[in-house]
């Protein structure tokens, strides 16, 4: 299965996968964690957490840089960073 926002001919996308012959994943051996670029990471939290979603670093500016970042953890407990998109 394959997630984008558009035709993989036109953007990123990620596999998914399920390996049928790994009895069970430890954190930290599937991977490290994703980024997703947002238009509003501010907005993008606040439906997350409205959602029950888990916000667990808050939008904010990236230290030493403009770029504002948020992270989120999946039920797994694997980390999505959430990106502002550049104006």
């Not at 970042?69 to 407990?77: N, T, V």
Request: hydrophobic residues 40%; glycine residues 8%; aromatic residues 10%.
């Amino acid at each position: 299965m394959f997630l984008g926002y558009e035709d993989e001919s036109n953007a990123t996308a990620l596999e998914l996968t399920f390996n049928w012959d790994t009895k069970e994943y430890n954190m930290g051996t599937a991977f490290g964690h994703i980024a997703i670029g947002v238009e509003d990471v501010y907005k993008a939290c606040d439906l997350i957490k409205k959602n029950a979603g888990k916000v667990v670093r808050e939008p904010g500016p990236m230290k030493h840089r403009s770029t504002v970042i948020a992270f989120i953890e999946d039920p797994d407990g694997y980390k999505i960073e959430l990106l502002q998109d550049a104006a």
